[in-house]
């Protein structure tokens, strides 16, 4: 006889049912396409079953199966075996299909792509009650247990799932519910579900239906989940909505234990993944995003928006900040207002004030552009001072190029620095200047017109 742990050790397959699109999202996309904590909802699933081992993975696709599979494959590790169902006729049907690359014997998880927030840990636990019987599903006790499949058990013993489409009003009211996450036996499944038939409320082949009959017959154990949540499967925007604020309290979870300072855990959203080091304190309204993460002693004010970037430790960004791809070394400040686009990389203790925008541009350490600036395509050296409303003209219509400022220069107010261009370390430029030309080191350069006082007609 197998053992419990050596199948969580990694010879049961898994079956992710993805298949087709959602009357009720109401949307063009395939449904398990459809973003939670930054990723579509069906690669939480499949990276769930790889986390237990499994082999194979088996993601079963229908309408918009070109999309699941090149979102899927570009992101993955190019272990799915798909798995076509031309047509959606229900989940029992769906899991058929993977009858014929399902053909060793043993377990096989068998998940909902829609329902995104299940754990390793409960795939794991799935697998050992099943081992110590014939099968089993997750369940949990829901307040309001909606349109998920009702469960009734004797104990740790299933009776019968019933779809809520088809319950009746005793049955409506149980609050257990079906999560929609399996492990059963292979090939037995398979041929109880070609005993099932499609008479119900919704003219489908149940997967419900073929485990209950199994169940009248053998023990399948109902493993209650401990954290409801991971019951939660989308069938609607509003459950995307509702799945989509656990996976930022999670994370925001994550950040509390880990010592961070969250102020107001509700408003602030985190992707998985975003790592915050200790003591750094994150204000309400705050968005972290992709591949960010802040070093320790850092604080994001309210509004700030972050995605894919990487802040050191002792970092501030004031309020109403935007950093996308951008690389930001300790101490620097940010903002309020400020903008730093893909590839702006600010060094240790330079400083970003209100409406400056900077995109593919080295600022040294110390740099100071405190307020109302472009800085593109450009390199300013160590301890540079960037004047108010000094802008890097990059583009000439045609191509970009590059402006390079040296360590200690100081660009004066207004100034225009019409790239390609060099200021020289030290050099100084005269407020309102276009600089066409370079600028030598600890020179002073002034291109603009000589100020007149003409005085004026009697009147
Ligand atoms: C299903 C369960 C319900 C459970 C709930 C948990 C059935 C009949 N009901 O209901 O008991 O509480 O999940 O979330 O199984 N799919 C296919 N092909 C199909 C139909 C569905 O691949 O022909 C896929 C869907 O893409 C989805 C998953 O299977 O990811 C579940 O299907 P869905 O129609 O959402 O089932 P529910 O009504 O939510
Ligand atoms: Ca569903």
Known sequence: ??????????????????????????????????????????????????EVGCAPICVVVGSGADQVRSVLDSAGAGDIVWVEQPEQRGTGHALSMARGVLRSEGLALVLSGDAPLVRPGTLSALLEAAAAGWGSLAVADLPEPGSLGRVAREGDRLVRIVEAADADEDTLALRTVNAGHYALPVP??????EKVDASNARGEFYLTEAVSAAAREHPVAAVRLEDASEALGVNSRADLAAVQRVFYRRAVDGLLAAGVTVLDPETVWIDAGVTVGVDSVLHPNVTLLGASSVGSGCTVHSGAWIRDSVLDDGVEVLPYSVLDGARVASDCTIGPFARLRPEAVL???????????????????????????????????????????????????KKKSRTVIGEGAFVGSDCILVAPVEIGAGAYTGAGSVITKDVPEETLAVGRARQKNIKRRPR
């Open 347 to 397: 060094e240790d203790g330079a400083k970003v004030g209100n409406f400056v925008e900077v995109k593919k541009a080295t600022l040294g350490p110390g740099v100071k552009a405190s307020h109302l600036a472009y800085l593109g395509d450009a390199s300013v050296g160590a301890g540079a001072n960037i004047g108010a409303g000094v802008i890097t003209c990059n583009y000439d219509g």
């Open 1 to 50: 006889m197998t053992t419990a742990t050596e199948l969580t050790s990694g010879n049961a397959a898994a079956v992710v049912l993805a298949a087709g699109h959602s009357k009720r999202l109401r949307s063009e996309q395939p449904k398990v396409l459809h973003g939670v904590g930054g990723r579509p909802l069906v690669s939480w699933v499949v990276q769930a079953a790889r």
């Open 188 to 193: 037995e499944i398979f041929e109880w579900l």
